[in-house]
């Protein structure tokens, strides 16, 4: 039998908005006949009438606060701080996006340098839906590891070819999303872990540069910082940035998993005299990004402009993409073979990554998750015979050893991460990266909130991420049987049918092709 109960708001409503007045005419009264501090009440109640009669008969814009006054006015504070009380007070541990409360905790615990250990077992589903590290019953011992090392540029025999001894790395993050001080404390951070930091499309590195770590300078399609008056590659200046001790890698975005086949808009507004002159741009306009290199029009082009970078720059050159077309890609590779022109590096971005602002329609519903689009490059590389002509650098909500590990054995040779590092520096998920209001600031350019981020104490926090991380993955690696992660490959793993990845293996051309 259903329920008669029915709270009627309208009703309820109507009954608050008629006793505002009633009650602004019993308080001045009160103050005039009975005590002059029931006035402080008359003024509260004045200041209510008067937001009410603007409301609902001067303001055309809302209906809500239209038909219900100060009551519609209530409705929208609490709904703007839904988010916050879902996330302190109803949701669960395992049941957040992007990253749930577990996950985040074990970013604070490696960054605090304090056990990530659990009792009582795992809050994990088990089910179909998730990969699973395949152990063995004869553990690798640890004096058998084979020490992390890869060198991008020595399939070229470069004379400045560059080599990581950590298996993560700080991915694209640019000063302009990053404030000062987030940015400052990302780059002594990996100062201190001695890993490379990617200072993503901001243009010139001033504040990377400060604090003398390994950098692998991004040139976006808007090419900032290296860019001519009417946005194309201006060599000279890329030249002059590449010849900068500190730039070790290039590193040039085709696209990106946050908004892949997007450009991005940086509004007149916010440039600033020392962002026009950071990104080579001019005050006084917008600036958009095109959704691809004008260079780059054509898969002759693209490549063409590769080898250009690479001949201009002489450090490894490489490409960022979020898989789109496997078949594209495909006819990438083959002018790759037909040109001899071969990056350095590929970085893989899964759909799933994205520190900043992007449209939801791009968030939610462009590009391939990234072990699909990893799972894809790798095969197509290796079906072409050139695998071993680059390594492969995967990026995309890689933020715990588990999941690095499962990269790793789709191909990776190393592990790009962004929105780890900003959980290192104290990142509460606010969702608010592109408002300028970041309470950590760390997405931020207002100096009060920045303020709470102090660069001493936060790149200590990088470090011990990075140390935590490297010793979790040497652990799982150990338990693989395997001695180095170059060993690993997808039969560490168990993948059920049901996941992504796992339909996209059973309707992958290498299957079809073997069962038929």
């Known amino acids: 039998m259903a329920s008669s109960l029915h709270i009627d708001l309208h009703k309820i409503s109507k009954f608050v908005n008629l006793s505002i007045p009633a009650l602004f005419v019993v308080f001045l009264s009160a103050g005039h006949f009975v005590s002059f501090y029931f006035h402080f009440f008359t003024v509260a109640f004045l200041f209510m ?31 703007s701080i839904g988010p916050e009380m879902r996330q302190y007070l109803f949701a669960s541990d395992t049941e957040e996006r992007p990253f749930n409360r577990e996950e985040r905790s074990e970013v604070y615990r490696k960054a605090k340098n304090i056990d990530s250990a659990s009792s009582f077992g795992s809050q994990q589903n088990f089910d179909p839906s998730e990969i699973k590290i395949r152990h063995t019953m004869f553990p690798t011992p640890k004096e058998a590891l084979q020490p992390f090392k890869i060198t991008y540029g020595e399939e070229r025999g470069l004379e400045f070819a560059y080599t990581i001894t950590r298996p993560i790395m700080i991915s694209a993050m640019s000063y302009g999303a990053l404030g000062t001080n987030a940015v400052r404390s990302l780059a002594r951070g990996a100062k201190l872990a001695n890993i490379p930091m990617n200072t993503g499309e901001g243009g010139y590195p001033e504040y990377h540069l400060m604090e003398d770590c390994d950098l692998i300078f991004q040139i976006g399609t808007a090419k900032f910082g290296v860019r001519t008056d009417d946005g194309l590659l201006d060599d000279t200046k890329l030249a002059e940035i590449a010849s900068k001790p500190q730039i070790r890698m290039i590193e040039i975005k085709f696209s990106q998993g946050a908004k892949p086949g997007k450009g991005g808009l940086l509004p007149k507004e916010k440039i600033t005299d020392e962002i026009a002159k950071l990104r080579g741009i001019k005050k006084g306009a917008d600036v958009v990004s095109p959704p691809y290199h004008p260079e780059c029009d054509t898969v002759e082009k693209t490549v063409a402009f590769i080898k250009r970078v690479q001949n201009v720059s002489g450090l490894p050159t490489g490409f960022k993409i979020c898989l789109g077309k496997v078949s594209e890609f495909e006819v990438l590779v083959e002018e790759m073979k037909r040109q001899d022109v071969y990056p350095d590096f590929i970085t893989v971005d899964g759909a799933e990554g994205g520190t900043g602002a992007a449209p939801k329609a791009f968030l939610d519903g462009v590009g391939l998750p990234l072990l699909v689009g990893l799972a894809s490059i790798q095969d197509c590389l290796k079906r072409h015979g050139i695998r071993n002509k680059m390594k492969l650098n995967a990026s995309g909500k890689l933020i715990s050893p588990r999941a690095q590990l499962v990269a790793f054995a789709l191909g990776a040779d190393a592990i790009y991460s962004a929105r780890g590092f900003m959980l290192s520096l104290g990142c509460i998920q606010a969702l608010q990266c592109g408002n300028n209001t970041c309470p950590i600031g760390i997405t931020t350019h207002d100096p009060e909130l920045q303020k709470g981020l102090v660069i001493e104490s936060r790149a200590p926090r990088i470090a011990n991420y990075v140390h935590n991380i490297e010793h979790d993955l040497e652990e799982l690696l150990r338990a693989t049987g395997c001695k180095s992660f170059s060993e690993l490959t997808e039969e560490n793993l168990y993948i059920p049918s049901d996941t ?5 293996r059973l309707n992958s051309p290498e299957v079809q092709a073997a069962a038929s």
């Open 500 to 504: 992504v990845l796992g339909n996209y």
């Open 49 to 79: 009438v008067i937001a009410n009669f603007f409301y609902m008969t001067v303001q055309k814009e809302h209906v809500i606060l239209k038909n219900f006054g100060l009551m519609g006015q209530a409705r929208y504070i609490i709904e």
